[in-house]
């Protein structure tokens, strides 16, 4: 499947609209034709590198343009518009290479802000780019820690925590059930050295032993990945933890698969979600793994933002796929922007990059996924509250990933709460790994 295309719609009435603006300017005073445009770039995922479509990129592209054409049809910029034009928008496909690149080609042109730089690594680049040229650059789903300096990166900022905030939980929801040996395979990029900092910390703080370690650069060959998986099965490890982007992510589940190794007596834990349109092998090998994602409160406006996600795709969405949490991830982080134009122009000042970066790092507002605000002197979301689910394997379409949730983590707090009576483990049985 395709992203769906933006239709550029009202071009006729707005045409229309200029003419009479223009025919009338010499009798209608100068201030009641002072509404602005405000040009955002995009840096989205909607294709892998290796081509795949990426569900989840699709669907954060278009929570942003859901968000961009409810505020302007609101009365929250009194008449302004924010605006992302399909010429300012770029599928740089989750990879740092050519990311910088592709940045400065929109840091160029009169834009206000870049939104998107959902991927931690090329966000890395992405936000050096943003300070050589003093535009704010705002994402929807980077987490890597190295992120959250402000020193290092001042014209980033995020709507979601650090990824250490949650990766530390997939190591207590194993403590908890007695795992005491994990084989651990992460990802050599930003994102996968932080989080292999967190897992070794909590692994240390709740006594677990790291038998096998593997890092490996991302995209790495799914041949050498079943290697190192065999060496674990050989190793009779039978608890595997990965944090690394979903298409390595999904090439170790599918060494699972090949191997046999999701059966009773195993469990797996891993950062990323996996999609609906991944691999049969790939969803079989992950069956009963844990994976954290950001907890969205039940509310009208999440229902609205479901009804207008399924109708700008055409299908129907799965609310509990990691695909529309990136959607209304991104549906908050466009928020953020208007937000910051909104209280610019209540205090009289200009709209411009200095005072949007400002104003960024200023935010509150209640959004799709909960409160937003950032942690003072950082980069990252405040008490962003989180969710663990569990993969049930296929729904009945078989078509369809189950995810169910089976725990929650709370935001002020930190302590997780499981229902073990929701798990499901590898092999398709309800009984906990005997250990």
Not at 8 to 37: D, Q
Not at 242 to 255: E, H, L, M, Q, W
Not at 366 to 381: F, H, I, K, Q
Request: with cysteine; hydrophobic share 40%; glycine share 8%.
């Amino acid at each position: 499947m395709k992203p769906i295309e933006v239709a550029n719609k009202g071009r006729t009435f707005g045409a229309f609209v200029a003419k009479w603006l223009l025919a009338s300017c010499f009798i209608l005073p100068i201030s009641n034709v002072s509404a602005e445009i405000f040009d955002l770039g995009g840096m989205y995922t909607y294709h892998y590198h290796d081509g795949r479509y990426a569900d989840w990129g699709d669907y954060a592209l278009q929570g942003a343009h859901i968000a961009i054409e409810e505020v302007n049809a609101s009365a929250m910029l009194a008449g302004d518009q924010i605006r992302l034009k399909r010429e300012n928008t770029i599928d740089y496909h989750c990879w740092p290479e050519s990311a910088a690149a592709m940045a400065e080609t929109l840091m160029q042109k009169d834009i206000l802000v870049m939104t998107g730089v959902d991927c931690s690594g090329p966000a890395v680049e992405i936000a050096k780019v943003a300070a050589k040229y003093k535009v704010p650059a705002i994402s929807n789903g980077a987490n890597a820690s190295m992120l959250t300096s402000v020193e290092d990166f001042p014209w980033f900022v995020r709507v979601v925590t650090p990824s250490e905030e949650y990766e530390g939980y997939l190591i207590d929801v194993a403590a908890h059930f007695g795992v005491t040996e994990i084989a651990y395979f992460y990802t050599t990029d930003p994102w996968g050295l932080g989080a292999r900092r967190v897992i070794h910390e909590y692994a240390e703080r709740r006594g677990i032993q790291i038998g096998k370690e593997y890092g490996f650069p991302r995209d790495t060959d799914y041949e050498t990945l079943e290697k190192y998986m065999t060496e674990v099965r050989d190793a009779g490890i039978r608890h595997v933890v990965i944090t690394g982007p979903t298409p390595d992510t999904v090439s170790v589940f599918r060494a699972l698969y090949a191997l046999d190794m999701n059966k009773p007596g195993n469990s797996f834990y891993a950062a990323e979600m996996i999609s609906a349109d991944e691999s049969a092998d790939a969803v079989n090998g992950s069956l009963g793994y844990f994976a954290p994602m950001t907890m969205i409160p039940a509310s009208e406006k999440q229902r609205v933002f479901l009804q207008s996600l399924e109708m700008r795709l055409g299908q129907e969405v799965d609310p509990n796929s990691k695909a529309f949490f990136y959607g209304a991830l991104s549906y908050d982080h466009i928020l953020a922007v208007a937000h910051a134009i909104k209280s610019i122009k209540d205090d009289g000042k200009s709209v411009n990059r200095d005072n949007m970066m400002t104003y960024l790092r200023e935010m509150d507002f209640d959004g799709m996924t909960g409160r937003v605000s950032l942690v003072p002197g950082t980069n990252d979301r405040a008490n962003m509250p989180l969710q663990i689910f569990n993969s049930h394997g296929y729904k009945a379409d078989q078509k369809t990933v189950n995810f169910v949730r089976v725990g929650t983590v709370n935001p002020e707090s930190g302590e997780l709460v499981l229902d073990e009576s929701a798990i499901l483990w590898p092999g398709g049985t309800r009984t906990a790994p005997g250990l």
